[in-house]
């Protein structure tokens, strides 16, 4: 005697993915990982341009924090020498020794008379014009006498006849 059980109602109702909706989810998906793999060279060229504008700016902030705590006389001499003094940066903008493995950037400055101001016929010679010009070349004196393919910064400096304390004087 053959004994034979009615079908469960229980599994009647459940039924699997049919093989097109499962192509459909494996297409979309596949749609949008391609989709994000392509912006990942952007991602990463953006987050490297914004890396380097962050150490550019730190940089020509350094530069000229530097250039405002120095003596007159200093600055004067650099300007009638006509110099450019060349400093070395690591990739966070942080100055480190011409020559280190760990310098990235270059940056060139010199020092001009200031344009007159408004209303004046003639330049202030109490006040200098520091021009800051950054550059992340491997071959830094190339990249200078290109000065469109580096960033360029310009602070002025004022003579006011006040002199900093060696102790309040902070230091790098």
Known sequence: ???????SKKFTHCRGFSLVETTIAVGI???????????????????????NTTASARIVQSISSDYRMREWSDVLQQQQQGSQQDYAFDAQGTRVKTG???AIFTARVSVTDAKPLPGMSSSNPRLKAVQILVTSSPNPDLAFQKPATCKRAQTLLAQTGKTASAAAVASN
């Open 29 to 51: 998906a596949a749609t949008v990982l391609v989709a994000l793999v392509g912006l990942i060279p952007v991602s990463l060229d953006t987050l490297r341009e914004a890396s």
């Open 100 to 102: 280190d493995t760990s």
């Open 1 to 7: 005697m053959k004994l034979t059980l009615p079908p």
